[in-house]
């Protein structure tokens, strides 16, 4: 079994620095928050009526964490778009945000083409590449960052960009309302706290190993449990799923009876900051899945504030779900089928 502990090691399986951007979380908020600062957006962006935001997979985090998050805060309709075009109602009082770290993703592109011709409100989140230019041959105001705190180059580890970039873009339009002391406070403890969430994540990634991890969570980190589901998969390589409380409760408890034998391992994210009927719900579920002989684990978050705990969660699930794959003696880096699965979508698409 590989040792987490073991650098040299660690290394032989990490040849694309996973581990190192899994630790650079906080810079990359400071430098996305900083750097959104300075975004202007023009006097008619302030007639909107909903928010779009187009990405896929790791893009699309950002719209994950602000639609729990700030679910008490927005106060116009906001849907995650994960697919080719736009929904029907998106018009000319629609603000689409366009997020692709890579700047070539077809989906979010795809969308990009569409809300310019429905004539919508347009703002992005990105990298580079086509969409970069999109934005830029356009003059739409939009957020283009140097990833230059992540080595991996992998979408999935610039979190810190996407989530707190779409966070950011969304407060320069006055549409969420986040401080600069709430982001100063955050990137704090995760500093602060990071020691401590590695080695918590050492522990529970071992318990996890050999095991379907299912995700339980609530209120403000249910968007983390996205997240965190999406990591185990590219991450670690490994099947996972998600559940929202109290809606689990109201079919899922039903469902850990069969089949027999099942390894299934429980992922409770607890919270002071839960609602107290919420809070005693998380206790009860915890006691059905013991009663049917399910295992789980739980973490109780540490920050005062949601913000703090949805990035604590955050550094958490990076470091969790790239301590089991080297459990697994896997590069987490590598994501062959996802590659195939492109690779002959595009071949696909030229042969028509």
Not at 276 to 283: A, F, G, I, L
Request: net charge neutral.
């Amino acid at each position: 079994m590989v040792d987490l502990n073991n650098l040299e090691e660690i290394q032989k399986l990490d040849p694309k620095n996973v581990f190192g951007s899994t630790g650079m979380l906080s810079p990359q908020c400071e430098q996305i928050w900083n750097e959104g600062k300075s975004l202007s957006f023009p006097a008619n962006y302030k007639f909107i009526e909903n928010i779009v935001i187009a990405g896929m997979g790791g893009s699309a985090y950002g719209g994950h964490v602000v639609l729990s998050l700030f679910r008490n805060q927005l106060k116009i309709p906001f849907i995650i778009h994960s697919d080719y075009g736009l929904p029907q109602f998106v018009n000319e009082n629609s603000l689409v945000v366009l997020e692709s770290y890579s700047g070539s993703t077809e989906e979010s592109l795809s969308a990009g083409e569409e809300a310019k011709k429905r004539g919508a409100k347009i703002t992005g989140l990105t990298s580079g590449g086509k969409l970069a230019e999109f934005l830029k041959f356009n003059n739409y105001p939009s957020l283009i960052f140097d990833p230059k705190h992540n080595p991996s180059g992998q979408p999935r580890l610039a979190s810190g960009y996407m989530v707190l970039g779409t966070i950011a873009l969304l407060n320069q339009m006055r549409l969420l309302n986040v401080s600069d002391q709430e982001v100063s406070n955050t990137v704090e403890n995760l500093n602060k706290q990071q020691k401590n969430i590695m080695e918590k994540a050492k522990t529970l990634a071992q318990e996890i190993q050999g095991y379907i991890p299912v995700i339980f969570a609530a209120e403000h980190l249910v968007g983390n449990a996205h997240i965190l589901r999406n990591q185990f998969n590219e991450t670690s390589k490994s099947f996972s799923a998600f559940e929202d409380i109290p809606e689990l409760n109201h079919h899922l408890l039903e469902g850990l009876k069969n089949p027999l034998g099942k390894k299934l391992k429980m992922f409770f994210f607890e919270s002071n900051l839960y609602s107290e009927r919420v809070q005693k719900r998380m206790n009860l579920t915890k006691d059905v899945t013991a009663k049917n002989s399910v295992g789980y684990i739980s973490y109780k978050t540490i920050g005062n504030t949601p913000l703090c705990q949805a990035f604590e969660v955050l550094s958490l699930g990076g470091y969790i779900t790239v301590y089991l794959a080297f459990l697994y003696g896997l590069d987490p880096s590598l994501i062959p089928w996802v590659d195939y699965f492109k690779k002959q979508l595009a071949a696909s698409t030229h042969r028509v």
